[in-house]
Nanobody, 119 residues
């Protein structure tokens, strides 16, 4: 069973930066697609960024040029560097691990970390 633990959230002023971390247990991290999602109050959960096992990245248009996703397979950790934060980035941020094994796909979620952008 995979467990994901996010950290690094908090309160930051507009224009500020935060770095989120997500530490994964288990041995499947390096072959998995890792992603960051967020959910603001009253809204659906949305994709923020993903990174493949090979390092290919994908970003939501709303965060392109401001956020960077990266991974350290030796530490079983995925990061989200968030710069130039805006009030509309306020949300609970979730880490997701997607692992394919043959015809089966396994998905795991972290518990979330709150990011609040406010002056």
């Amino acid at each position: 069973q995979v467990q994901l633990v996010e950290s690094g959230g908090g309160l930051v002023q507009p224009g500020g930066s935060l770095r989120l971390s997500c530490a994964a247990s288990g041995s499947s991290f390096s072959i998995s697609v890792m992603g960051w999602f967020r959910q603001a109050p009253g809204k659906q959960r949305e994709l923020v960024a993903t990174i493949s096992s090979g390092g290919s990245t994908n970003y939501a248009d709303s965060v392109k040029g401001r956020f960077t996703i990266s991974r350290d397979n030796a530490k079983n950790t995925v990061y989200l560097q968030m710069n130039s934060l805006k009030p509309e980035d306020t949300a609970v941020y979730y880490c997701k691990q997607s692992t394919s094994s043959g015809l089966r796909k396994y998905e795991y979620w972290g518990q979330g970390t709150q990011v609040t952008v406010s002056s």
